[in-house]
């Protein structure tokens, strides 16, 4: 699956493109307004994009984990060198190491969310000049109808395009829709 830019400067217009791509069998999960008029985007039914994905929490704190396991490693390597035999001298490097651990990926993700994402820095000076963006998640076979149903809207500019949720998450999230609907 691929993401898919549009910019606009018209909120009503991106609500009729939302719209038209609801008709043309695009659900809701796969469409995504970027905007700074957070209230706007819910007063026209559009969906925003999450405060978090504006933020590079996740990659920070898989950053973050990947220097803890390298840390807890070097932890658990000072116990070899200690030549720890029984489990009571492994005991404070296992604990040191799960303690390494468990900050680097906090700190990872404590510095994640005071830092915006790639995507949303992409963006930036246009949001800020009053711009919105629409990203449409979609595959190759589906790449052309929404072409089509994009076409007839003269207000959307195409932005380009990035790397979408996988196609199994978007799944997943319509099945848990469709499960949390029919329960009663």
């Given at each position: 699956?691929?993401?898919?830019?549009?910019?606009?400067?018209?909120?009503?217009?991106?609500?009729?493109?939302?719209s038209?791509?609801?008709?043309?069998?695009?659900?809701?999960?796969?469409?995504?307004?970027l905007?700074q008029?957070?209230?706007?985007?819910?007063?026209r039914h559009l969906?925003?994009v999450?405060p978090?994905?504006?933020?590079?929490?996740?990659?920070?704190?898989?950053?973050?984990a990947?220097?803890g396991?390298?840390?807890?490693a070097?932890?658990?390597?000072?116990?070899?060198?200690?030549?720890?035999?029984?489990?009571?001298d492994?005991?404070?490097?296992?604990?040191?190491?799960?303690?390494?651990?468990?900050?680097?990926?906090?700190?990872?993700?404590?510095?994640?969310?005071?830092?915006?994402?790639?995507e949303?820095?992409?963006?930036?000076?246009?949001?800020?000049?009053?711009?919105?963006?629409l990203m449409?998640?979609?595959?190759?076979?589906?790449r052309?109808?929404?072409?089509?149903?994009?076409?007839?809207?003269?207000?959307?500019?195409?932005?380009?395009?990035?790397?979408?949720?996988?196609?199994w998450?978007?799944?997943s999230?319509?099945?848990?829709?469709?499960?949390?609907?029919?329960?009663?």
């Amino acid at each position: 699956m691929k993401r898919y830019y549009y910019l606009s400067n018209d909120l009503y217009d991106l609500e009729r493109a939302a719209s038209d791509l609801h008709e043309a069998g695009v659900s809701d999960l796969q469409i995504h307004v970027l905007s700074q008029q957070d209230a706007e985007l819910e007063k026209r039914h559009l969906h925003e994009v999450h405060p978090f994905a504006k933020r590079a929490l996740f990659q920070a704190g898989i950053l973050g984990a990947a220097i803890g396991l390298v840390l807890a490693a070097m932890a658990l390597m000072l116990g070899v060198a200690f030549a720890a035999s029984s489990a009571v001298d492994w005991l404070p490097f296992g604990v040191l190491a799960f303690v390494l651990f468990a900050f680097s990926t906090w700190e990872g993700g404590f510095y994640g969310i005071q830092v915006s994402s790639k995507e949303y820095l992409r963006f930036k000076e246009m949001l800020s000049s009053g711009h919105h963006v629409l990203m449409v998640d979609v595959d190759r076979e589906s790449r052309d109808r929404v072409q089509h149903v994009l076409a007839y809207h003269q207000g959307l500019i195409e932005a380009g395009e990035g790397v979408a949720r996988p196609g199994w998450l978007i799944a997943s999230q319509k099945n848990l829709q469709a499960f949390v609907k029919a329960m009663p």
